[in-house]
């Protein structure tokens, strides 16, 4: 069990890992979208976005559906929430720290300021 969420997990960064792909996720969360309509910012081919769509619909990220010629692709947010739960752990992690850090920065703040030196005595 553990070892295929962690390949699940591997093949779902590894999708992410790419400028284009996660351009393209953003594309598809504002809704469907065509191949050709993926490909259109990037100056690509339709066969070189096809490979990209390709790696999003491996890692279960995206589906698409054949309508009579056209290829349209719709975002499947289920493998990017266990993604972000497993994110989850280290944003506690940060949060728990930065909690404290802002704890000690407070605690610092509420501390009188320095005194500034006396005339005369600055390079002693």
């Given at each position: 069990m553990?070892?295929?969420d962690?390949?699940?997990?591997?093949?779902?960064?590894?999708?992410?890992?790419?400028?284009?792909?996660?351009?393209?996720l953003?594309?598809?969360?504002?809704?469907?979208r065509?191949?050709?309509?993926?490909?259109?910012?990037?100056?690509?081919?339709?066969?070189a976005?096809?490979?990209?769509?390709?790696?999003?619909?491996?890692?279960?990220?995206?589906?698409?559906?054949?309508r009579?010629?056209?290829?349209?692709c719709?975002?499947?947010?289920?493998p990017?929430?266990?993604?972000?739960?497993?994110?989850?752990?280290?944003?506690?992690?940060?949060?728990?720290?930065l909690?404290?850090?802002?704890?000690?920065?407070?605690?610092?703040?509420?501390?009188?300021?320095?005194k500034?030196?006396?005339?005369?005595?600055?390079?002693?």
């Amino acid at each position: 069990m553990v070892e295929h969420d962690s390949l699940a997990l591997d093949t779902i960064f590894r999708a992410l890992g790419d400028a284009t792909r996660r351009a393209m996720l953003g594309e598809l969360a504002a809704g469907e979208r065509s191949v050709g309509d993926l490909a259109a910012p990037f100056a690509m081919s339709l066969a070189a976005a096809s490979k990209h769509i390709k790696v999003l619909e491996g890692a279960g990220l995206i589906r698409r559906d054949v309508r009579g010629r056209t290829h349209v692709c719709s975002l499947d947010p289920a493998p990017l929430m266990s993604a972000d739960q497993w994110l989850g752990i280290y944003r506690r992690f940060w949060t728990g720290r930065l909690d404290t850090l802002e704890q000690l920065l407070r605690a610092e703040g509420a501390a009188p300021p320095p005194k500034p030196p006396l005339p005369g005595k600055e390079g002693e």
